[in-house]
């Protein structure tokens, strides 16, 4: 970067205000204009240009002639030197003590500079006619130089406007800032320094990325619109007065070449292969990062990912470009510092390469008098780094808040590369003090960087111990070059491109932004991020467009400092490849580099580029050289990813991302992401270990002791899960590459209950633990004192009694002192779960609980489900009802109406199996049931579990581990209340397992082993995936995998086998006997199944109020089920709190689920085994191949979709059920065979019938008597009562009646 004041003939009176001149980027190219910049301009609009300069520094009275134009050009040259070291020693002062009487000052001195220019650029109009007849070329070149005005062309007033125009652009651009999403504080709103810099250069997150993006171009581009076209027409019309078609060709006349602009478009040319060659790279790279999404393969690249807030240069991402990230990646920054390095030894070292090249050493005012740290004082300075020529030959500075890096040396090296160039040409006249052509100043600045990067010239130095050269090590190298220097070459092409279609007319004011994109699409390959209109000004985003600074400087300078390069490395006598040429200590360079330096501007640059460089044309030969390497390879690499060179797909656009702008202040570091997620996995299995180890003491040994600690470790398992939570939820995972980072904080992120404050998260805890303590601990009492608690006692009579006053004592009973006495603490639950649900991000508590199966159409393909089966379970229903009404009879049974709930065997009919011995199809015929051979044979509780263990390993799968032995709950312990529900327990520590269960020796309890069994099993085989992942691939497939081992188990084949079953009937009697009585279990599950959270989401989503609990439960279980209730229920009842599930806040739908799946991983299974026959017929024992195939689903865990777990056992992704009408095939057949014979209705039409009311407790025999009106009487008087009771009241309302009736006539 130089600081420079462009004299008369180089850009005129409209940028006299020195500026620091940069293309943008790193190494100090990042053009950051001085923060006065718009007062100043804005001041000078308004003060006009009226300035008391001195007359002394006012031209004189000169012949016309070419000796009268010597003299001018002599005068001119000695005065400019005081107005100008005036000027810029104000600006210096200021740029370094931002105060503002500094600012004042430097305003002075530029309003004097502004008349000194146009006083002597008039005064050198006088010369035009006489001009062409001089001799001297030179003298000629100079009067050209100072006689341009530019805008001071302009008449007073427009001159006014312009200034202010620019004034009003560079105040827009300067003040321009992006604001947090929902922040109003512009206090804590970006700048584009540093913070949105800093944030397009290290952040990775798409949202974030695009948000920074977005708001700069919106913030500084849109406001410009308005004065941009009235901008070029003032310029236009100034440069018009100077002699120019427009501003354009004004500005390519400074490099003094007809043919400059078709020189470039060649020079374009020959560089596009190797651009093609590293955005195809680049492209494939981020695709691989940010997925096919956002990149397309063939198409150009969303242009905020590339690091810099212009996609100018890519270096900033090359930690995700690394060719070989084994190979060193060069950065002495630690060494710098490790040395003691500061900033005054980083410019004695520069200077240290410049004097050993035999240039100009630092003359003692530069170390005097620049500013080369930050000031410790509290001053406030203009940081951005910059070289200064004062214009008295002697006093050079430069200005920049170094600090210790390998970045910064390189910058230190440049700008002190401009001011050996300064020093070079410091005694030609001061309009031929600049560089050769714009180009050239920033071209020498750059070409000595190239040899202080190279590691052989770092290794020289001392900052690099080992200097390693190998292949990959260079590959590494040239591409971050690459990433700078060829990535830049397409935009410092088309910046110009644009504006000079927009100075010359071809580009009209309608279709700025559109042929802006248009150019950066065709040049660069990238595109907007977003749909860009004309409302949209995306050009003026860059500072050099506000800013009035040409910019094909920068192109030229990129191609000459090559060349510069290979001449200096030819000279300095170096062999090799040029990418690793250092020219340090070699005088031959330094002598080349003096002599194309110290003539400045006052010899044409094509002069000067062949005495330099052997020839006078730009040419990229040499930049290809440096990259041949690097070009190799990449092409190597295209060709082996097939990858496209170009864009083929030039108009497509990324999609807008879901839920943008949201979440773009997240952190976006995959690394950060892996070492969090890896320390909660290891902190998580204490944490949960802990809780489970309470939850089971409690639930093994119902105390109040045991419910406290409990609840302790539940509450330390929500900070737990709270803190953690909320830290995941800090990341943005949507562009991480792992899959599984990006699932576990999914997954973590939803907290659950932990959301809620923590007053709330104990009064939860304590809500459900009541509501389970309730339902443990109630007991249904009979008169005589006698108790029954659920299990073993009232699931025993329900299953095994046929007395309808008895079932109907047990199912009233229990509904009474469960249900009932937990319907206000349910009320409490579903506020605070559906508090927890919304926190988490969902709209209620069913919301979350569907969620869990990763599917937008999950509601409609289970009703879809049910529909396919409803025919089969109405047979069943209808031939259920028949059997029935032959045991009850009319009174209890309607043939044409629902079933009375309490009759199917179970306490809540979700399973009929136990009724199996009234329907039997074929009583004479076989029917399977092990429970009369168990007992025979005296099995035990823990042999059941025994024989399941050995089932599983017959398969290859995991045996019990001994902790599952020694812990175990397999019988109701006596002497203590315990929760008799069966479960299956993961203590989290990869070798604790258990099951609790109040196990019965019968062959119902023996599948339900197997199915428990399963859980372990499952358990087992994931138990090595982090703790995120160790759970079923759906709720629902935990479920199953321990029932389709059960439909194996429960096989007439199977029980055979374990010596249960004595011979097995091969007739289709025993088949529709053995079909039914899994019907009984499966089919008659299906609606229970599937309603418990119908009615549970309508519950949490409002559609069913509190007031309403029970009536729709009932009429849910009506629709779905064909029950109805023995008694009548209202709403002082609480029917659902009966079912552990309810008060347990466990999902439900997960058994339909798992009802569905298992039938289709048992035809997967089947086939895997080699079963030929009938599907319900088959049995996986002892099948390895059956084994290996539901095992490797189960490693899986919930690490991957359900689905694609569901592929690996069955082929296809989606729930059917197909495989369970196939199982059931003929059954379903005999069933409407049955149907149709019997003419039975299919449903319950009479869907209002109830059941006559039958007493709730069985008479007791010592005392037939009941109490009626406080008296003990016989039944029969309590009858006779009651009707004398009833007349009595008849007669009493008639009379009223007739006194009403007279009473009325009266009046």
Same mark, same amino acid.
């Not at 130089?145 to 302009?154: D, H, K, T, V």
């Not at 827009?172 to 700048?191: F, M, Q, R």
């Not at 389709?1044 to 025993?1070: C, F, Q, R, W, Y």
């Given at each position: 970067?130089?600081?420079?004041?462009?004299?008369?003939g180089?850009?005129g009176?409209?940028i006299?205000?020195f500026?620091?001149?940069?293309?943008g980027?790193?190494?100090?190219?990042?053009?950051?204009?001085l923060?006065?910049?718009?007062l100043l301009?804005?001041?000078?609009?308004?003060?006009?240009?009226?300035?008391?300069?001195?007359?002394?520094?006012?031209?004189?009275?000169y012949?016309?002639d070419?000796?009268g134009?010597g003299?001018?050009?002599?005068?001119?040259?000695?005065?400019?030197e005081?107005?100008?070291?005036?000027?810029?020693?104000a600006?210096?002062?200021?740029n370094?003590?931002?105060t503002?009487?500094?600012?004042?000052?430097?305003i002075?001195a530029?309003?004097?500079?502004?008349e000194f220019?146009e006083?002597w650029?008039k005064?050198?109009?006088?010369?035009d006619?006489a001009k062409?007849?001089?001799t001297?070329?030179?003298l000629?070149?100079?009067?050209?130089?100072?006689?341009?005005l530019?805008?001071?062309?302009?008449?007073?007033?427009?001159?006014?406007?312009?200034?202010?125009?620019?004034?009003?652009m560079?105040?827009?651009?300067?003040?321009a800032?992006?604001?947090?999403?929902?922040?109003?504080?512009?206090?804590?709103?970006?700048?584009?320094?540093?913070?949105?810099?800093?944030?397009?250069a290290?952040?990775?997150s798409?949202?974030?990325?695009?948000?920074?993006w977005?708001?700069?171009?919106?913030?500084?581009?849109?406001?410009?619109?308005?004065y941009?076209?009235?901008?070029?027409?003032?310029s236009?019309? /100034?440069?018009?007065?100077?002699?120019?078609?427009?501003?354009?060709e004004?500005?390519?006349?400074?490099?003094?070449?007809?043919?400059? /602009?078709e020189d470039?478009?060649?020079?374009?040319?020959?560089?596009?292969p190797?651009?093609?060659?590293?955005?195809?790279f680049?492209?494939?790279?981020?695709y691989n990062r940010?997925?096919?999404?956002?990149?397309?393969?063939k198409?150009?690249i969303?242009?905020?990912?590339?690091?810099?807030?212009?996609?100018?240069?890519?270096?900033?991402?090359?930690?995700?470009m690394?060719?070989?990230?084994?190979?060193?990646?060069?950065?002495v920054?630690?060494?710098?510092k490790?040395k003691?390095?500061?900033?005054?030894?980083?410019?004695?070292?520069?200077?240290?390469?410049?004097?050993?090249?035999?240039?100009?050493e630092?003359?003692?005012?530069f170390?005097?008098?620049?500013?080369?740290?930050?000031?410790?004082?509290?001053?406030e300075?203009?940081?951005?780094a910059?070289?200064?020529d004062?214009?008295?030959?002697?006093?050079?500075?430069?200005?920049?808040?170094?600090?210790?890096?390998?970045?910064?040396?390189?910058?230190?090296?440049h700008?002190?590369?401009?001011?050996e160039?300064?020093l070079?040409?410091?005694d030609?006249p001061?309009?031929?003090?600049?560089?050769?052509?714009?180009g050239?100043h920033?071209?020498?600045g750059d070409?000595?960087?190239?040899?202080v990067?190279?590691?052989k010239?770092?290794?020289?130095?001392?900052l690099?111990?080992n200097?390693?050269?190998?292949?990959?090590?260079?590959?590494?190298y040239?591409?971050?070059?690459?990433?700078?220097?060829?990535?830049?070459?397409?935009?410092?092409y088309?910046?110009?491109?644009?504006?000079?279609?927009?100075?010359?007319?071809?580009?009209?004011?309608?279709h700025?932004?559109?042929?802006?994109?248009?150019l950066?699409?065709?040049?660069?390959?990238?595109?907007?991020?977003?749909?860009?209109?004309?409302?949209n000004?995306?050009?003026g985003?860059?500072?050099?467009i506000?800013?009035?600074?040409?910019y094909?400087?920068?192109?030229?300078?990129?191609?000459?400092?090559f060349q510069?390069?290979?001449?200096?490395?030819?000279?300095?006598?170096?062999?090799?490849?040029?990418?690793?040429c250092?020219?340090?200590?070699?005088?031959?360079?330094?002598?080349k580099l003096?002599? /194309?330096?110290?003539?400045?501007s006052s010899?044409r640059w094509?002069?000067i580029?062949?005495?330099?460089?052997?020839t006078?044309?730009m040419?990229?030969s040499?930049?290809?050289?440096?990259?041949?390497?690097?070009?190799d390879w990449?092409?190597?690499q295209n060709?082996?990813?097939k990858?496209e060179?170009?864009?083929?797909?030039?108009?497509?656009?990324?999609p807008?991302?879901?839920?943008?702008?949201?979440?773009?202040?997240k952190?976006?570091?995959?690394n950060?992401?892996?070492?969090?997620?890896?320390?909660y996995?290891i902190?998580?299995?204490?944490v949960?270990?802990?809780?489970?180890?309470?939850?089971?003491t409690?639930?093994?040994?119902?105390?109040?002791?045991?419910?406290?600690?409990?609840?302790?470790?539940?509450?330390?398992?929500?900070?737990?899960?709270?803190?953690?939570?909320?830290?995941?939820?800090?990341f943005?995972?949507?562009?991480f590459?792992?899959?599984?980072?990006?699932?576990?904080?999914?997954?973590?992120?939803?907290i659950?209950?932990?959301?809620l404050?923590?007053?709330?998260?104990?009064?939860?805890?304590?809500?459900?633990?009541?509501?389970?303590t309730?339902y443990?601990?109630?007991?249904? @009492?009979?008169?005589?004192?006698?108790?029954?608690p659920?299990?073993?006692?009232l699931?025993?009579?329900?299953?095994?009694?046929n007395d309808?006053?008895?079932l109907?004592?047990? #199912?009233?009973g229990?509904?009474?002192?469960?249900?009932?006495n937990?319907?206000t603490?349910?009320k409490?639950?579903?506020?605070?779960?559906n508090k927890?649900?919304?926190?988490n991000g969902f709209?209620?508590?069913?919301?979350?609980?569907?969620?869990?199966y990763?599917?937008?159409?999950?509601?409609a393909?289970?009703e879809?489900?049910y529909?396919?089966?409803?025919?089969l379970y109405?047979n069943?229903?209808?031939y259920?009802r028949?059997?029935?009404?032959?045991?009850?009879?009319?009174?209890?049974?309607?043939?044409?109406g629902?079933?009375p709930?309490?009759l199917?065997?179970?306490? #809540?009919?979700?399973?009929?199996?136990?009724?199996?011995?009234?329907?039997?199809?074929y009583p004479?015929?076989?029917?399977?049931?092990?429970t009369?051979e168990?007992?025979?044979?005296?099995?035990?509780p823990?042999?059941?579990?025994?024989?399941?263990?050995?089932?599983?390993?017959?398969?290859?799968?995991?045996?019990?581990?001994?902790?599952?032995?020694n812990?175990?709950?397999?019988?109701?312990?006596?002497n203590?209340?315990?929760? @008799?529900?069966?479960?299956?327990?993961?203590?989290?520590?990869?070798?604790?397992f258990?099951?609790?269960?109040?196990?019965?020796?019968n062959?119902?309890?023996?599948?339900?082993?197997?199915?428990?069994?399963g859980h372990?099993?499952?358990?087992?085989?994931?138990?090595?995936l982090p703790?995120?992942f160790?759970?079923?691939?759906?709720?629902?497939?935990?479920?199953?995998?321990?029932?389709?081992? /059960?439909?194996?188990?429960?096989?007439?084949k199977?029980?055979?086998?374990?010596?249960?079953l004595?011979e097995?009937?091969?007739n289709?009697?025993?088949?529709?006997?053995?079909?039914?009585?899994i019907?009984?279990d499966?089919i008659a599950?299906?609606?229970?199944?599937?309603?418990?959270?119908?009615?549970? #989401?309508?519950?949490?989503?409002?559609?069913?109020?509190?007031?309403?609990y029970?009536?729709?439960?009932?009429?849910?279980?009506?629709?779905y089920?064909?029950?109805?209730?023995?008694?009548?229920?209202?709403?002082?009842?609480?029917?659902?709190?009966?079912?552990?599930?309810?008060p347990?806040?466990?999902p439900?739908?997960?058994?339909?689920v798992?009802f569905?799946?298992?039938?289709?991983f048992?035809?997967?299974?089947?086939?895997?085994?080699g079963?030929?026959?009938?599907l319900?017929k088959?049995?996986?024992?002892?099948?390895?191949?059956?084994?290996?195939?539901i095992?490797?689903?189960?490693?899986?865990?919930?690490?991957k979709?359900?689905y694609?777990?569901?592929?690996?056992?069955?082929?296809?992704?989606?729930?059917s059920a197909?495989?369970?009408l196939?199982y059931?095939?003929?059954?379903?057949?005999?069933?409407?065979?049955?149907?149709?014979?019997?003419?039975?209705?299919?449903?319950?039409?009479e869907?209002?019938?109830?059941?006559?009311?039958?007493?709730?407790?069985?008479?007791?025999?010592?005392d037939?008597?009941?109490?009626?009106?406080?008296?003990?009487?016989?039944p029969?008087?309590?009858k006779?009562?009651? #009707?004398?009771?009833?007349?009595?009241?008849?007669?009493?309302?008639?009379?009223?009646?007739?006194?009403?009736?007279k009473m009325?006539?009266?009046?």
């Amino acid at each position: 970067m130089f600081y420079q004041q462009y004299k008369i003939g180089k850009t005129g009176l409209d940028i006299i205000v020195f500026i620091e001149a940069g293309a943008g980027g790193i190494a100090g190219r990042h053009h950051n204009m001085l923060t006065t910049m718009p007062l100043l301009l804005g001041l000078f609009s308004l003060l006009g240009t009226t300035c008391a300069l001195d007359n002394v520094f006012m031209p004189g009275n000169y012949p016309i002639d070419e000796t009268g134009a010597g003299m001018f050009v002599n005068d001119y040259n000695h005065t400019a030197e005081d107005i100008f070291f005036v000027s810029v020693s104000a600006s210096w002062n200021y740029n370094t003590n931002l105060t503002k009487y500094n600012q004042q000052k430097q305003i002075n001195a530029s309003l004097e500079e502004q008349e000194f220019v146009e006083a002597w650029a008039k005064k050198a109009k006088e010369f035009d006619a006489a001009k062409v007849n001089f001799t001297d070329k030179n003298l000629i070149n100079l009067l050209d130089q100072i006689r341009i005005l530019g805008s001071a062309n302009l008449p007073p007033d427009e001159r006014k406007q312009y200034n202010t125009i620019l004034s009003e652009m560079d105040n827009i651009y300067s003040t321009a800032k992006v604001c947090p999403h929902g922040e109003t504080d512009l206090n804590k709103c970006w700048s584009l320094e540093p913070e949105l810099t800093d944030k397009m250069a290290t952040s990775r997150s798409y949202k974030e990325l695009l948000y920074a993006w977005e708001g700069w171009h919106d913030s500084a581009g849109i406001p410009q619109k308005a004065y941009y076209k009235t901008f070029v027409e003032m310029s236009n019309n /100034a440069s018009q007065m100077d002699g120019f078609a427009d501003t354009g060709e004004y500005w390519r006349s400074w490099y003094d070449s007809p043919t400059f /602009a078709e020189d470039l478009e060649k020079i374009y040319n020959d560089l596009k292969p190797l651009y093609l060659n590293l955005h195809a790279f680049v492209r494939r790279k981020l695709y691989n990062r940010y997925g096919s999404k956002y990149i397309n393969l063939k198409g150009p690249i969303p242009a905020h990912l590339l690091g810099n807030m212009w996609a100018q240069q890519w270096n900033n991402i090359y930690d995700i470009m690394i060719p070989f990230p084994n190979k060193p990646n060069i950065d002495v920054t630690d060494m710098m510092k490790k040395k003691n390095w500061n900033a005054t030894h980083m410019f004695r070292v520069s200077e240290e390469f410049f004097t050993s090249l035999g240039l100009i050493e630092m003359p003692q005012e530069f170390w005097d008098h620049s500013m080369l740290e930050k000031p410790s004082d509290g001053r406030e300075v203009v940081c951005h780094a910059s070289a200064w020529d004062f214009y008295n030959r002697k006093d050079f500075r430069i200005k920049q808040c170094t600090t210790v890096t390998m970045e910064q040396l390189f910058t230190v090296h440049h700008e002190m590369g401009h001011v050996e160039y300064y020093l070079q040409y410091k005694d030609q006249p001061v309009t031929f003090r600049g560089g050769a052509n714009p180009g050239f100043h920033e071209a020498v600045g750059d070409v000595l960087a190239l040899s202080v990067a190279t590691p052989k010239h770092l290794n020289k130095i001392g900052l690099l111990e080992n200097l390693t050269t190998d292949k990959e090590t260079d590959i590494n190298y040239l591409l971050k070059m690459a990433l700078e220097k060829i990535a830049f070459l397409p935009f410092g092409y088309l910046i110009d491109q644009w504006r000079w279609g927009v100075f010359s007319g071809r580009i009209s004011p309608d279709h700025y932004n559109s042929e802006w994109w248009y150019l950066r699409t065709k040049y660069q390959g990238i595109c907007p991020p977003l749909p860009r209109s004309e409302a949209n000004f995306d050009p003026g985003a860059k500072y050099h467009i506000p800013g009035n600074t040409p910019y094909i400087r920068y192109f030229v300078s990129f191609i000459l400092q090559f060349q510069f390069h290979k001449a200096l490395c030819n000279a300095s006598g170096h062999t090799g490849p040029l990418h690793q040429c250092d020219i340090y200590k070699s005088h031959a360079a330094g002598q080349k580099l003096s002599n /194309a330096l110290k003539d400045g501007s006052s010899v044409r640059w094509q002069d000067i580029l062949r005495d330099f460089t052997g020839t006078d044309k730009m040419d990229a030969s040499a930049l290809l050289e440096y990259f041949k390497p690097i070009t190799d390879w990449l092409t190597e690499q295209n060709t082996k990813n097939k990858d496209e060179l170009g864009w083929s797909d030039f108009e497509w656009r990324p999609p807008v991302p879901e839920g943008y702008p949201n979440d773009t202040d997240k952190n976006t570091d995959e690394n950060q992401a892996a070492t969090f997620v890896n320390e909660y996995n290891i902190v998580t299995e204490k944490v949960w270990y802990d809780y489970i180890e309470s939850s089971w003491t409690y639930n093994t040994n119902i105390t109040v002791h045991n419910n406290q600690i409990m609840l302790e470790k539940s509450l330390k398992m929500s900070n737990h899960a709270l803190k953690y939570g909320l830290k995941a939820r800090q990341f943005d995972y949507t562009d991480f590459q792992n899959p599984e980072t990006k699932r576990i904080l999914m997954k973590l992120g939803n907290i659950e209950r932990a959301a809620l404050p923590v007053e709330e998260v104990k009064e939860y805890d304590s809500v459900v633990s009541e509501m389970e303590t309730t339902y443990s601990v109630a007991k249904v @009492c009979r008169g005589n004192g006698t108790c029954h608690p659920l299990d073993p006692d009232l699931t025993h009579i329900l299953a095994t009694s046929n007395d309808y006053d008895e079932l109907l004592f047990a #199912w009233e009973g229990w509904r009474n002192a469960s249900g009932k006495n937990m319907r206000t603490n349910f009320k409490k639950y579903v506020q605070l779960s559906n508090k927890a649900a919304r926190l988490n991000g969902f709209q209620d508590t069913g919301a979350f609980w569907r969620s869990l199966y990763d599917s937008k159409t999950f509601e409609a393909d289970l009703e879809n489900i049910y529909n396919e089966l409803k025919p089969l379970y109405q047979n069943l229903h209808a031939y259920v009802r028949r059997a029935l009404f032959k045991k009850y009879g009319t009174k209890y049974i309607n043939l044409r109406g629902p079933i009375p709930a309490h009759l199917l065997g179970n306490m #809540w009919a979700q399973s009929w199996i136990n009724i199996y011995k009234l329907l039997m199809p074929y009583p004479d015929a076989s029917h399977v049931d092990a429970t009369p051979e168990m007992i025979k044979q005296k099995w035990t509780p823990l042999k059941m579990f025994q024989e399941s263990d050995r089932f599983f390993q017959s398969l290859g799968l995991i045996p019990m581990p001994d902790e599952f032995w020694n812990k175990s709950m397999l019988e109701k312990p006596e002497n203590r209340d315990v929760v @008799c529900h069966a479960s299956a327990w993961d203590f989290f520590n990869r070798k604790d397992f258990r099951i609790k269960q109040c196990t019965v020796v019968n062959m119902d309890d023996l599948v339900t082993v197997h199915h428990e069994m399963g859980h372990i099993q499952y358990f087992l085989q994931y138990k090595d995936l982090p703790v995120s992942f160790r759970d079923g691939a759906n709720p629902g497939f935990h479920e199953a995998i321990g029932d389709v081992m /059960a439909l194996s188990v429960s096989t007439p084949k199977h029980l055979k086998t374990i010596g249960l079953l004595n011979e097995v009937m091969d007739n289709k009697e025993s088949d529709i006997n053995y079909l039914m009585s899994i019907a009984l279990d499966k089919i008659a599950f299906l609606p229970f199944g599937y309603l418990m959270d119908q009615w549970r #989401w309508k519950v949490f989503d409002g559609r069913i109020p509190e007031s309403d609990y029970n009536r729709e439960w009932w009429n849910l279980r009506l629709k779905y089920q064909g029950l109805c209730p023995p008694v009548l229920r209202s709403e002082e009842d609480f029917d659902p709190g009966a079912k552990f599930h309810i008060p347990s806040s466990v999902p439900y739908v997960r058994y339909f689920v798992s009802f569905i799946v298992q039938f289709q991983f048992h035809e997967s299974l089947c086939k895997a085994a080699g079963h030929v026959g009938p599907l319900y017929k088959c049995d996986i024992h002892k099948s390895l191949a059956a084994g290996k195939l539901i095992g490797d689903a189960m490693k899986l865990g919930s690490s991957k979709p359900w689905y694609e777990a569901m592929r690996m056992i069955t082929g296809n992704t989606s729930m059917s059920a197909a495989p369970l009408l196939t199982y059931f095939e003929p059954l379903i057949t005999w069933l409407e065979e049955e149907n149709k014979k019997n003419g039975e209705t299919l449903g319950w039409p009479e869907y209002d019938w109830t059941p006559a009311f039958a007493s709730t407790e069985p008479s007791a025999p010592a005392d037939n008597n009941v109490s009626f009106l406080g008296l003990s009487l016989a039944p029969d008087q309590a009858k006779a009562g009651q #009707w004398i009771l009833f007349v009595l009241a008849l007669g009493l309302a008639i009379a009223i009646i007739i006194v009403s009736v007279k009473m009325l006539k009266r009046k």
